[in-house]
């Protein structure tokens, strides 16, 4: 098609930072959860033990699916059965900004006005997706064919490159449906959360056939390291294809900029509540927030159930448990497992508060942002409006999951008054850092605007040294990189003062800067 492989060099040129950090990381991941295992439990007979309890537990079959082997290879792919979905939420997020968001933003319409087709657009960003995908599943063959069978490392490469093509099918479907990118995202998100939902189901009831149902438990179906099976590839390429001929079909029968789905219409005048900067960003944001929220909660009551059982099946290996204390704990091992749960929560929604501050990016490349600054509302009042939802939001996620999860420990143990203030108060120790990752997106927006997106790439670097830093034994100064390492581990260790000020300090002069250097630049037309 006329133009794609200008376009696919574009979007090469555009995502040079950011693409090339997820695809890394998403393909080293697998290895580094089976080096982990392999380190940790090195007799056969502690790898069965190990593979029998996880499979035992409806908690972690829920979260990862069956243990189908006990072998080292085939249980750091089973620990890392999330990884997949990660995968597929990221080609999704790339296909829709590249087709969907430049369609609303205006851009896609001047392209077309060039020697363009219709349709390049939406091949290009698939073919750059397929190609991240493709990488992907290159990387975790590679890796995994260094030093186990050939045969288990293709099926796990196939596994998660089918994954990563198939949900790029899906976002360029979404992306027809809407017409704006929120929309689209938000379709494409809950098909994947749908899936990974499917996936549970089958694999925790009777039910089994519904996780055939769901790409997501695709990869796990080839089971890699555990007598392969080829077939279920064909499952990818089929539903591939066919939401890509989908999505071209519907591409071909609407209006630029248009979507399939009739827009809803708002009342013909604001409501009083609206008046102001503060009401208009809690608009925006709230049906993120709300998502997030629900998220945490669920997964809040899912750990707090594998709580007691996961530290049951760990209290043999004095090496696992060494390796908590250093992610999270020092008193009792059900604690140890908490905490290290909530310090890889506390990560994630730090990227709640990066998407929260970036929303003001968005807001301002789509020129939005001038027309309000052109009214008495000034630029630190409605930077302060995105920054108080940026801040408090991730409080109050934070706030649920500690509650879902310290009355699902508590429920487990039999003593609810003693534990759900401990893991709530745990919970919320992990704002400081998080306020550290909302206060470095604010920086790169106030003084390098157009480098905000690599708050993406801090925080990945964080979650990759911070987290996966212990299990490969990296310096010290490496793991200090990540301002989750410096907090007090709860619940079970002793909260220190220092570390919650100091980072608190950090963020608020990173937020300063953040605003006062949007404050002297131009704002982007």
């Known amino acids: 098609?006329?133009?794609?492989?200008?376009?696919?060099?574009?979007?090469?040129?555009?995502?040079?930072?950011?693409?090339?950090?997820?695809?890394?990381?998403?393909?080293?991941?697998?290895i580094t959860q089976t080096s982990a295992i392999a380190g940790l439990y090195t007799g056969e007979a502690e790898l069965r033990r190990f593979a029998a309890s996880m499979d035992a537990n409806p908690a972690f079959t829920a979260l990862y699916g069956h243990v189908l082997d006990w072998n080292a290879a085939a249980l750091g792919l089973w620990r890392g059965g999330f990884t997949p979905v990660l995968v597929g939420l990221a080609v999704l997020l790339t296909v829709i900004r590249h087709t969907r968001a430049e369609e609303e933003t205006g851009r896609r319409e001047l392209l077309g006005s060039t020697v363009l087709s219709r349709h390049a657009g939406l091949t290009s960003a698939l073919i750059v997706t397929t190609a991240a995908s493709l990488v992907i599943g290159l990387i975790v063959l590679a890796t995994f064919a260094a030093e186990?069978?050939?045969?288990?490392?293709?099926?796990?490469?196939?596994?998660?490159?089918?994954?990563?093509?198939?949900f790029a099918a899906v976002g360029a479907l979404a992306a027809q449906l809407t017409e704006n990118a929120g929309g689209a995202r938000g379709i494409a998100i809950a098909v994947l959360g749908g899936a990974y939902l499917l996936r549970g189901a089958g694999d925790t009831t009777d039910a089994s056939w519904l996780s055939w149902l769901s790409p997501v438990a695709w990869p796990q179906r080839m089971r890699p390291f555990a007598g392969e099976t080829w077939w279920p590839f064909a499952l990818f390429v089929a539903l591939a294809a066919a939401l890509c001929c989908a999505a071209y079909l519907l591409a071909g029968r609407r209006d630029v900029a248009a979507g399939l789905l009739p827009?809803?219409?708002?009342?013909?005048?604001?409501?009083?509540?609206?008046?102001?900067?503060?009401?208009?960003?809690?608009?925006?944001?709230?049906?993120?927030?709300?998502?997030?929220?629900?998220?945490?909660?669920?997964?809040?009551?899912?750990?707090?159930?594998?709580?007691?059982?996961?530290?049951?099946?760990m209290a043999e290996n004095k090496r696992l448990l060494d390796m908590l204390a250093r992610l999270g704990g020092a008193s009792a091992q059900s604690d140890m497992f908490v905490a290290a749960v909530l310090g890889i929560f506390g990560i994630a929604v730090s990227g709640y508060a990066v998407q929260a501050v970036l929303r003001m990016r968005a807001e301002e490349t789509a020129q939005r942002a001038e027309p309000l600054l052109a009214t008495p509302a000034t630029r630190v009042a409605w930077t302060a409006s995105h920054l108080v939802v940026?801040?408090?939001?991730?409080?109050?996620?934070?706030?649920?999951?500690?509650?879902?999860?310290?009355?699902?420990?508590?429920?487990?143990?039999?003593?609810?008054?003693?534990?759900?203030?401990?893991?709530?108060?745990?919970?919320?120790?992990?704002?400081?850092?998080?306020?550290?990752?909302?206060?470095?997106a604010t920086a790169l927006f106030g003084v390098l605007p157009r480098l905000a997106a690599a708050a993406w790439g801090v925080l990945a670097a964080f979650l990759l040294f911070g987290q996966l830093g212990a299990l490969l034994d990296l310096p010290e100064a490496v793991l200090d990189l990540s301002p989750f390492t410096h907090l007090p581990r709860l619940p079970g260790g002793d909260p220190e003062f220092t570390p919650y000020a100091v980072l608190t300090a950090i963020a608020a002069v990173l937020l300063a800067a953040g605003v006062y250097g949007f404050r002297r630049r131009d704002v982007a037309t």
């Open 263 to 313: 827009p809803r219409l708002g009342p013909a005048t604001a409501a009083p509540a609206l008046a102001g900067p503060f009401a208009l960003a809690w608009r925006l944001h709230r049906g993120s927030l709300l998502a997030w929220t629900l998220g945490f909660a669920v997964l809040g009551v899912v750990m707090g159930a594998a709580a007691n059982a996961a530290m049951s099946a």
């Open 148 to 166: 186990y069978p050939v045969e288990g490392a293709l099926a796990a490469g196939l596994g998660y490159a089918g994954t990563g093509i198939v």
């Open 1 to 30: 098609m006329t133009g794609s492989w200008a376009l696919v060099r574009l979007i090469l040129r555009r995502d040079r930072f950011i693409l090339p950090l997820w695809v890394v990381v998403f393909g080293l991941l697998p």
């Open 390 to 440: 940026a801040v408090l939001g991730p409080a109050a996620v934070l706030a649920v999951l500690g509650l879902s999860l310290g009355l699902t420990y508590g429920l487990g143990s039999g003593d609810v008054g003693t534990h759900l203030p401990r893991v709530l108060g745990a919970s919320l120790a992990q704002l400081p850092a998080v306020w550290v990752l909302a206060a470095v």
